[in-house]
């Protein structure tokens, strides 16, 4: 009886702990749509290709400027999306660039990330604002 009150608490313990250590690295998924023409600042950029040509991303560090353009006409937008790990490797914060201009434009979107931390982005097609993507490519990783 006493080692079942053991094994009991020590489950309660681990599943408690297990409970706070889950929703204390829970984040919000950023949503953002490119807009601007031009970044602000130049440098050389990291790209990633949708499969079939549907879309274009890039990341450009300096300034940790994203580009998006949509290739095709085809009721889709284009969509950077992106994940940031800090140096310990957790997830920090994760989110989308929207291009929703149409077929044939790109715009670019500023975020201001932590220097030093881990990027992955990639390059997909999907439906506006929402989370629905597809034909993405692997994930590219640079540093932010």
């Known amino acids: ?3 079942r009150r053991i094994a009991t608490a020590i489950a309660a313990t681990v599943g408690a702990f297990t409970l706070f250590s889950t929703q204390a690295s829970a984040i ?6 490119a807009t601007g023409l031009s970044p602000s600042s130049s440098g050389s ?3 990633s290709y949708s499969p079939y040509e549907d879309a ?3 990341f450009q560090e300096n ?3 994203f580009f998006v353009s949509d290739n095709r006409a085809d009721g889709f937008s284009g969509v950077a999306e992106w994940r940031l790990y800090n140096t310990s490797g957790t997830l ?3 989110g989308y660039v929207w291009m ?3 077929a044939g434009e790109s715009r670019w979107q500023n975020k201001d990330f932590t220097e030093g931390y881990k990027l992955q982005f990639r390059a997909c097609r999907g439906h506006s604002g929402g989370t629905y993507l597809e034909h993405c490519d692997s994930w590219v990783t640079t540093t932010a």
Do not use: K, P, Q, Y
């Open 1 to 3: 009886m006493r080692n």
């Open 63 to 65: 300034g940790d400027w």
């Open 28 to 33: 919000t998924w950023e949503n953002d749509f």
């Open 92 to 94: 920090v914060r994760g």
């Open 56 to 58: 274009n991303a890039a």
């Open 45 to 47: 950029s990291v790209w």
């Open 100 to 102: 929703n201009l149409g």
